[in-house]
């Protein structure tokens, strides 16, 4: 599972995207990320910004402030459960699954927009006692 914050720029997305490469037989220059709300079935585009790749995973950049999605950024000012797929393509503009540059889908799964003022999760306050040393 994916989480991201509402309505905040530049957030990083870690994924196995290198491994598409393998599966397409094909390569390809630019990522299409397609979010499918879960509750309305509104389907958002967007073409994240690669941060770094290496063989294990691939660092990808997007934001939830400003609807600009060839600029890597989409307007989601409220949280929702989505569905995603990222798709390869050759095109920094193309936002279009269908066109002919895309070479096809990468990854799938799920990606939760919470709100900032809702943690996920609370720390414990815990207490550790010292260890205890026998001489003998």
Known sequence: MIYLLK????QLLYLTL???????????????LELTNEQTLQKLYA????????????TIQI???ANTPTAASLLINYPARFSYIVYGQNSSTNLDPTAATVEGVIEKGYLIVEDITTPRFTEPNLTIDNDITYNG
Do not use: F, V
């Not at 309505?7 to 530049?10: E, V």
């Not at 290198?18 to 299409?32: F, P, R, V």
């Open 63 to 65: 934001g939830t402030n």
């Open 18 to 32: 290198k491994e598409g490469e393998l599966l397409l037989a094909n390569s390809y220059t630019h990522y299409l």
């Open 47 to 58: 073409i994240p910004t690669k941060i770094a790749e290496n063989d294990r995973y691939t």
């Open 7 to 10: 309505n905040t720029a530049a």
